[in-house]
């Protein structure tokens, strides 16, 4: 059996997730629960330790007491600023090294993910621990794209692949070709929030949700679940497109109950092919 699993903990449901697939293997584990991330109840009953973010000393020196030797970084992570951050010397010196240049999510995270390995850890993707939570290609409900979503999803994805070479957000919504906005440092949720307003009349828009080219996988692979149904429903969106193989799925049947209601498509599709309809369900 595969040794003590370490997971550092941030928001969302994916933690929980993780703990629930150790449970049910009977792999040991630890969570190192993040302080203002991880939700409290993620960690009742587990074994589990809060951290700051700027503890990474702290929370090293744990893991290497406890003999673990697998991590895995599971949940959405908000940037503190430098001020709140309050370093201990370990953090002090990752932030040294990498210096004043600014860094998009995914360099910053490669560098993470070197800087844990470096202690002697195997950093490991959350979906290697979850069997069934990528989609191949696909629509995974009832409802599918028309041909003017079809084109708002290839243009999403040509504006995602510019945007990926800066490293600059995953997500993108687009209306009858129009980019009402691209996701930044605030996430899917408040991208989704601020589309709502900007919406115009018509065939509602499309949420394209891509992992970059090259990504550092085992750290931040995009996620969707019933929430970001529920979300782009009040944003007046009609439909959502995660990359096939690439996208971890949430709760999938009750994200696809809450599509079908709403009358929302979600389509997994092939962002190199640019085939968005291959696959799927009428």
């Given at each position: 059996?595969a040794?003590?699993?370490?997971?550092?903990?941030?928001?969302?449901?994916?933690?929980?997730?993780l703990?629930?697939?150790?449970?049910?293997?009977?792999?040991?584990?630890h969570?190192?629960?993040?302080?203002?991330?991880?939700?409290g109840?993620?960690?009742?009953?587990?074994?589990?330790?809060?951290?700051?973010?700027?503890?990474?000393?702290?929370?090293?020196k744990?893991?290497?007491?406890?003999?673990?030797?697998?991590v895995?970084?599971?949940?959405?992570?908000?940037?503190?600023?430098?001020?709140?951050?309050?370093?201990?010397w370990?953090?002090?010196?990752?932030?040294?090294?990498i210096?004043?240049?600014?860094?998009?999510?995914?360099?910053?995270?490669?560098?993470?993910?070197?800087?844990?390995?470096?202690?002697?850890?195997?950093?490991?993707?959350?979906?290697?621990?979850?069997?069934?939570?990528?989609?191949?290609?696909?629509?995974?409900?009832?409802?599918?794209?028309?041909?003017?979503?079809?084109?708002?999803?290839?243009?999403?994805?040509?504006?995602?692949?510019?945007?990926?070479?800066?490293?600059?957000?995953?997500?993108?919504?687009v209306?009858?070709?129009?980019?009402?906005?691209?996701?930044?440092?605030?996430?899917?949720?408040?991208?989704?929030?601020?589309?709502?307003?900007?919406?115009?009349?018509?065939?509602?828009?499309?949420?394209?949700?891509?992992?970059?080219?090259?990504?550092?996988?085992?750290?931040?692979?995009?996620?969707?679940?019933?929430?970001?149904?529920?979300?782009?429903?009040?944003a007046?969106?009609?439909?959502?497109?995660?990359?096939?193989?690439?996208?971890?799925?949430?709760?999938?049947?009750?994200?696809?109950?809450?599509a079908?209601e709403?009358?929302?498509?979600?389509?997994?599709?092939?962002?190199i092919?640019?085939?968005?309809?291959?696959?799927?369900?009428?």
């Amino acid at each position: 059996m595969a040794g003590k699993l370490g997971i550092i903990a941030g928001g969302g449901a994916l933690p929980q997730l993780l703990i629930d697939a150790c449970r049910a293997s009977g792999r040991e584990f630890h969570v190192f629960a993040l302080e203002g991330q991880a939700a409290g109840g993620t960690v009742d009953g587990v074994p589990h330790d809060w951290f700051r973010l700027g503890q990474a000393g702290a929370a090293l020196k744990l893991a290497q007491a406890l003999d673990i030797r697998e991590v895995v970084l599971a949940g959405s992570v908000d940037r503190p600023s430098l001020s709140s951050l309050r370093p201990d010397w370990k953090t002090l010196s990752f932030l040294m090294r990498i210096g004043r240049k600014g860094f998009g999510d995914d360099g910053l995270l490669r560098r993470i993910v070197a800087a844990i390995e470096e202690e002697g850890f195997t950093v490991i993707g959350a979906d290697s621990l979850l069997d069934g939570m990528k989609p191949a290609a696909g629509c995974l409900g009832r409802h599918r794209p028309d041909a003017d979503a079809e084109a708002d999803i290839e243009r999403g994805l040509s504006v995602l692949a510019a945007l990926g070479a800066a490293d600059i957000g995953q997500a993108v919504v687009v209306q009858q070709g129009m980019v009402l906005g691209v996701e930044a440092i605030e996430g899917t949720d408040a991208l989704l929030a601020r589309c709502g307003a900007l919406k115009r009349e018509g065939a509602g828009g499309v949420l394209v949700k891509l992992a970059k080219r090259n990504q550092e996988t085992r750290a931040d692979l995009p996620t969707i679940g019933p929430e970001t149904v529920r979300r782009a429903a009040a944003a007046g969106l009609r439909g959502i497109a995660v990359g096939a193989d690439t996208t971890i799925v949430l709760g999938r049947d009750e994200l696809v109950r809450l599509a079908d209601e709403a009358g929302l498509f979600v389509i997994a599709v092939d962002p190199i092919a640019l085939d968005p309809i291959a696959g799927g369900a009428e």
